[in-house]
């Protein structure tokens, strides 16, 4: 199978959708992996580790899109993807068609078969593909939230762990999911006063004993 690996090209996006370990894995299984130039790039990614991986790096787009019968992406196909795909391909990425009717009825269109991250699902209902961002999401949010609570940044001048004589700040995390967890975690780990609220007792317990 040919694999294709484009560069993201929806504003403010530097996700790629694999990285030079996952191209080794596809490689050694005995697939062709083609990566644009450039698409790891926002990700500190480099072609030459792609490269060294096994995969081949092309010049443009569209000769990935092109040679590709899996295309792996991060977001779903923008208006000026669209037109690449191709009856029978096969398209990876986070889709959200929940959010999109139009993207939704352009790939049934294309006849194209289309996975989307967010709904892979394991026996245990856990979420694989989708849970890695919610980590990230939520180790972010208490860094973000510290840096906007500085006065250069418009905020009241608070720090998040306080000093000796000064009380610190407190955070409420709404929803004890696994963007919730690692919030709470991180403020937790920067001396931060945490409140984390969940409608569901299950996962304030199961908090509570981490």
Not at 43 to 54: I, K, Q
Not at 104 to 109: A, E, F, K, Y
Not at 175 to 181: D, E, I
Request: aromatic share 4%; glycine share 10%.
């Amino acid at each position: 199978m040919k694999v294709g690996v484009p560069r993201e090209v929806k504003n403010h996006e530097y996700r790629v959708a694999i990285t030079p370990a996952g191209v080794h894995e596809f490689t050694r299984a005995g697939h062709q992996v083609y990566v644009e130039a450039g698409a790891g790039l926002g990700s500190s990614l480099r072609g030459e580790e792609y490269a060294a991986a096994g995969a081949t790096i092309l010049s443009n787009a569209d000769d990935v899109w092109d040679v590709a019968d899996l295309v792996l992406k991060v977001k779903e196909p923008v208006p000026e993807e669209r037109d690449r795909l191709r009856e029978g391909q096969m398209l990876f990425a986070y889709l959200h068609l929940a959010a999109s009717k139009e993207c939704t009825q352009m790939l049934l269109d294309r006849r194209v078969t289309a996975i989307a991250y967010e709904t892979v699902e394991l026996p245990n209902r856990v979420l694989p593909l989708l849970a890695p961002m919610s980590e990230v999401a939520g180790r972010l949010a208490p860094l973000i939230g510290a840096y906007h609570l500085m006065r250069p940044s418009g905020g009241r001048g608070a720090l998040l762990g306080g000093v000796p004589g000064v009380y610190p700040a407190k955070v409420v995390v709404i929803g004890a999911g696994v963007a919730g967890m690692n919030a709470a975690a991180i403020a937790l780990g920067m001396q931060a006063e945490v409140l984390l609220l969940d409608k569901d007792l299950t996962q304030l317990r199961a908090a509570a004993a981490t």
